[in-house]
Every structure is written in structure tokens, then in C-alpha cells.
């Protein structure tokens, strides 16, 4: 009997030893709303130099087709593991190599969305709506000294 209870005071000290929540009992989903995953996407496109967000074209403005929101659109699968499919519409600054940003966009998504939730992402598809041609700051600054 003594033994038993030297064995539940241990079990109590190291349970308050190791702050957390005992999970082997829970039962329920997690599901990450795509607006969040959404969310993360973009503020990786806003980490990749040269890129901005585009319009996904006359499709998502006639409101035909999936919700689409700062150049991105999220597609989650049901089941138990959730794949990710995500569609991106950029802009490129003039004078980047196409084929590298979108890699690089690829990436990044691919890593945050990962890290941040959790889910695998199966699909990253680049779509690249145009160029953009910003002027150098450094030209600006010259024409306000002059």
C-alpha cells in the first residue's frame, strides 16, 4: 500500500514538473480555415523580392470559380491528412528571371504554409499575371533634389 502511494505522489510531482495538457484522451478535429492559410500565403509572397499580388483574371470577377483573395487561392482537401492545393497570381518586377521567382514563390509558400499548419501542401501553382516596371528609388530622389 505504501508503495502504491509513493508511486501516485511521484506520478503528481511529475506531472507539475512538465507544464502542459495530458492530449492521449482527446478527441475532435483541428481544421484551419483556408482565409488563414490564405493569409499565410500572401505574407510569403510578400517576402519574395520582385513579387507583388495580381488579379486572377475575369473568371474570379464574374465570381465563377473558388474565392480568391490578395493574388491567392486555397484549395483544402477533406479527409484525415489534409493536402493543400494553392494558386498564386503575381506580378514580376521587370528584370527578374521569370522561371527563378516562381521558384522561388513555390518555396516560400510551400515552407510557410507547412510550418505554420502543419498540413502538407501537395500543389503550389504559380500564375504570372503581368510585369511590373517600378521606377528606382534612387531615380526619385534625384528628381526631388533637382
Known amino acids: 500500500m505504501a508503495e502504491q502511494f509513493n508511486e501516485e505522489i ?13 492530449q492521449t484522451n482527446l478527441e475532435g478535429k483541428v481544421r484551419i480555415a483556408e482565409e488563414v492559410i490564405a493569409q499565410l500565403v500572401a505574407k510569403a509572397l510578400s517576402s519574395v523580392e520582385g513579387v507583388s499580388p495580381a ?4 473568371m474570379t470577377n464574374l465570381r465563377l470559380g473558388r474565392k480568391t483573395a490578395n493574388g491567392v487561392r486555397i484549395s483544402v482537401s477533406d479527409g484525415d491528412a489534409a493536402d493543400i ?3 498564386t497570381y ?3 518586377k521587370y528584370g527578374l528571371r521569370i522561371p ?6 513555390q518555396e516560400a509558400v510551400k515552407n510557410q504554409v507547412e510550418r505554420f499548419t502543419g498540413y502538407s501542401v501537395k500543389n503550389v501553382n504559380v500564375y504570372v499575371q503581368g510585369i511590373t516596371f517600378a521606377e528606382d528609388e534612387a531615380s526619385d ?4 533634389t533637382n
Open 10 to 22: 511521484a506520478a503528481e510531482e511529475k506531472t507539475e514538473a512538465e507544464p502542459g495538457v495530458d
Open 85 to 87: 492545393v494553392v494558386d
Open 141 to 144: 530622389d534625384k528628381e526631388e
Open 55 to 58: 488579379s486572377p483574371g475575369i
Open 100 to 105: 527563378d521567382v516562381c521558384w522561388d514563390v
Open 90 to 92: 503575381i506580378s514580376v
